[in-house]
Structure formats: C-alpha cells, structure tokens
C-alpha cells in the first residue's frame, strides 16, 4: 500500500471554526490531491498539488484553501467551516497523474468531518 | 457540468455471474480512463484502467471495455464473488492533464 496517512480520520466542528486536515506520504510523490465524496456527487477534486509551493484549484475550491510546503505534506484549510462542506475528505498521490503518463492515483483512507 | 456519468446508482448480482457497470462521459477529449473500487471506511484503490488506443484491456477476472464512438466505458467481473460487494468509480483524463474526473459511483452488490 502507498503510505499516505490523513490526519485526523474523524472529525466535528462548529459552523465557523477553522479546520485543518493534513495529508502525509512516504512516497515521495510529485502530485497531490484532496477530494470530498458527498453521496450523489461521487468524488469531486478541490485543489491539488504539482510541486512544492505549486498549487492549483479543482472543481469544487471555493472555502477551502491549501498549502505545500513540503513534498510529504498537503494541507487542506477550511478557514471558516459550514454544514454544506460536512464531508468525507480524501487525500491521493500520483508520481504522474493520468493525463501525462497514464499513471494512477493512490487514496488515502479519508476523514471524515461534520460541521454542525 | 457532470463529464463522467455511471448508468445505474446500484448492482445486485448472484455469486459466479457476471457484473457489468457502466459509465457514459461526454469530453471526447478523454484518453485516459480507470475504474476504482472503495470499500466502507477506506480509500479507493485502483482496479483497472484503459487508454483510449485500445478497446478492451482485461485483468484476470476484470475486463474493461471502451467504445469510443459511443463514448462508453464498462467493467465486466466475471465470476462475481462477495468480495466485489463494494462502490465502483469510473475516472477519466485528458492528454496533458493532472487531474483525474470521477463518476458518482455505483454500488455493487454480489450475494451469496
């Protein structure tokens, strides 16, 4: 298995408070992601990672921020948590994600967050 | 704007038969697609992939086919064990893109 470890795995906050979730590898890999699953939306991308320092936002990136600063660590920040981003949160890796050289991604087992 | 459609929320198949899920997607830009698997409580691991020069790619009892005129994608298990009982993503990527599109997920279920 790819060592990726999502840190806290369980988590409920109130509406309004900060929240940070992270998201550790061993793997060395270039390329990071988080993706929230939500029952009838499957999972969707927020941002993502190509590098140190270089980030890029997904689909669904509005509330939500990030941070690399390190090649084994990515940080998802929800600077002002709502009911709407209660979620399950997956962190992946990829050394060089599909679209480049057909490479797949490997999921951490997720966290999961309730703003109540 | 869903690019990565599945057919069917949810599965039910008998022990040894065959599975088949599906997924539609509308970017003909695609050239690139996977299907994973996620069971409760875990992350999703991957089961088999496909590039769009080929139409069919098997893997022991996972085969995946694509019909690129019909911009369609299924996986075909076959024999279904109770094992497989899981929700399956198909995923699809674009020549030079980093970013992966996932599909809602569908929900196999093999009894028995």
């Known amino acids: 298995d790819a060592g990726i470890t999502q840190s806290p795995r369980h988590k409920v906050t109130e509406t309004g408070t900060p929240v940070t979730l992270r998201c550790h590898q061993t793997e060395n890999h270039r390329y990071m992601y988080w993706y929230r699953q939500d029952p009838g939306h499957g999972l969707r991308l927020i941002h993502y990672?190509?590098?140190?320092?270089?980030?890029d936002k997904g689909e669904v990136s509005d509330g939500y921020s990030v941070s690399r600063s390190k090649t084994e660590d990515f940080l998802l920040t929800l600077e002002s948590a709502t009911s709407s981003q209660t979620s399950v949160y997956f962190c992946?890796?990829?050394?060089?994600?599909?679209?480049?050289?057909?490479?797949?991604?490997?999921f951490g087992s997720g966290t999961q967050l309730s703003v109540l | 704007d869903q690019q990565v459609k599945k057919n069917s929320p949810s599965l039910s198949v008998q022990e040894g038969r065959i599975s088949i899920l599906n997924c539609d997607y509308t970017?003909?830009?695609?050239?690139?697609f996977l299907w994973y698997k996620k069971y409760p409580a875990e992350g999703p691991t991957f089961l088999i992939s496909i590039s769009s020069i080929k139409d069919k790619n098997e893997d022991g009892r996972f085969t995946v086919f694509l019909n690129k005129s019909a911009k369609h994608l299924s996986l075909h298990i076959v024999p279904s064990q109770p094992g497989d009982s899981a929700v399956y993503f198909c995923?699809?990527?674009?020549?030079?893109?980093?970013?992966?599109?996932f599909g809602k997920g569908m929900k196999l279920t093999v009894n028995p």
């Open positions: 995923a699809a990527s674009q020549g030079g893109s980093e970013k992966l599109v």
């Open positions: 970017n003909s830009m695609f050239d690139y």
């Open positions: 992946a890796i990829s050394e060089s994600p599909g679209g480049v050289t057909n490479e797949k991604l490997f």
């Open positions: 990672s190509y590098g140190v320092k270089d980030t």
